[in-house]
């Protein structure tokens, strides 16, 4: 019996009720497993990529943030770090740093 017979078979009625609930169940099922793993799988790998690509941020690295800000890492405080651009210096959320070197974040 080949997949697509075995769907057809799954899906004509039957003399009872409880096999229109199996199906529903069965298609809940199946867009709950497309849901998760086209759409939550993949955030929450990018967000483990961009947290270890935050996590390996020193000083002296070139970086751009979300904002479009270009410079080098002066300081690194836990949450906070100074860029350094031009002759100025910002201190900005480390969350919103994109790029570091040549490596992109995810999903950028």
Do not use: C, N, W
Not at 53 to 70: H, N, R, S, V, Y
Request: hydrophobic share 45%; no cysteine.
């Amino acid at each position: 019996m080949t997949g697509t017979s075995f769907l057809f078979s799954l899906m004509a009625p039957q003399g009872s009720g409880s096999s229109g609930m199996a199906i529903l169940l069965f298609q809940i099922v199946a867009i709950g497993l497309v849901f998760y793993f086209l759409v939550i799988r993949p955030q929450g790998q990018a967000r483990k990529k961009h947290a270890d690509m935050l996590a390996a941020l020193k000083k002296g690295d070139e970086i751009m943030t979300t904002g479009g800000l270009i410079g080098r890492v002066k300081d690194i405080k836990e949450d906070r770090v100074t860029l350094e651009s031009g002759t100025s210096t910002v201190i900005i959320d480390r969350a919103r740093i994109v790029r570091i070197g040549d490596s992109v974040a995810p999903g950028q």
